[in-house]
């Protein structure tokens, strides 16, 4: 259980004496109060200690602040009010028209985008091609390609990086879901998105990977990563397979959130991650790195 959550459980229940009990055991037992498990006085004696808090914990002091950072509906550029500002203000005089061209130019339709980490592959490989995936990589590829089928959604397009690792966990996805077209792309291949915030030891990528992989996974996101065109008429569902760092880099820019703060998710193997992005531009994230549909022992992260 995550501070927060441990936090919250205890606001929840302010003067509910049972309940801030249960949460504190709960808390104690992961640590959070940074000392072994003592005996049970000792532990009676926290309790004692938190309650005597309580009255302290009014809404003023634990309500958590808005960043006030707003929703940039434009955020891709394809919101149709931003886009007809500025005819509309020179049409002021003419007659308002419901079914003008302007009502015509909205999307209508939702896009679906499910981004897949590829599965597990050989890190001894030199370089690209000889890194392919291993058996236990091909059998992850197997399960998430038959947890999409099994979705039942009417995919568009599989859309995968043209490293060999994406574009073999493709094929074989593929396999599960006939008549949908395969496409490669080399914007979507792994690389250093930016540097991340907090910055980690065991990986250190020159600046200059940063400044050419930065720019390309960014055009990727802003190719494949958009609001509906008006055109389309359906909603549409389309797979991604690619790579932990860009995934993780486009969760971040679809929801506004810091890019730089992409490493602190993680991602498993074959892991499914479905954005859904509205007509209005609104932006939902409907599961990150799902592998629940794996055995727990065909699971893995690093
Ligand atoms: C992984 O790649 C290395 C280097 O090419 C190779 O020696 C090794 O046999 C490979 N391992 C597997 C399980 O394929
Ligand atoms: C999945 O794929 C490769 C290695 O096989 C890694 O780069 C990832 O971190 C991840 N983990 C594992 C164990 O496969």
């Given at each position: ?11 929840g ?74 005819k ?130 960014e ?5 494949y ?13 389309e ?12 969760v ?15 991602l ?35």
């Amino acid at each position: 259980m995550s501070y927060r959550r441990t936090f919250k459980l205890l606001c929840g229940v302010a003067g509910g004496s049972a309940a801030v009990v249960i949460a504190a055991v709960t808390a104690d037992s992961h640590g959070f109060f940074g000392e072994q498990r003592g005996d049970v006085a000792s532990r009676w004696s926290r309790f004692t200690v938190l309650q005597a808090a309580q009255p302290a914990w009014t809404p003023a002091n634990h309500t958590p602040t808005s960043t006030g950072q707003a929703w940039d509906f434009n955020w891709d550029k394809r919101d149709p009010s931003a886009l007809t500002n500025g005819k509309k203000e020179k049409k002021e005089t003419a007659t308002e028209d419901p079914t003008s061209e302007q009502d015509n130019g909205k999307p209508k339709a939702t896009r679906n985008i499910l981004l897949i980490r590829h599965s597990q592959y050989n890190l001894s490989g030199v370089g690209d091609k000889e890194r392919v995936l291993t058996s236990l990589g091909r059998e992850q590829a197997e399960l998430t390609g038959l947890r999409l089928a099994a979705l039942g959604l009417k995919y568009d397009v599989l859309i995968h990086s043209s490293m060999t690792r994406a574009t073999e966990t493709a094929h074989i996805i593929s396999k599960h879901l006939p008549g949908v077209e395969l496409m490669s792309c080399d914007l979507l291949r792994e690389g250093a998105p930016i540097e991340p915030v907090p910055p980690v030891t065991h990986w250190k990528p020159d600046a200059v990977q940063y400044h050419e992989d930065g720019a390309r996974i960014e055009a990727a996101f802003r190719r494949y990563i958009h609001r509906a065109d008006p055109k389309q008429k359906e909603d549409s569902y389309e797979i991604i397979v690619c790579h932990a760092n860009v995934i993780r880099y486009f969760v971040c820019r679809a929801l506004q959130f810091p890019p730089e703060g992409w490493l602190r998710m993680g991602l498993n193997n074959g892991s499914i991650t479905w954005l859904t992005i509205r007509p209005s531009g609104r932006v939902a994230l409907r599961t990150l790195g799902d592998s629940g549909f794996m055995p727990p022992d065909k699971l893995t992260r690093t």
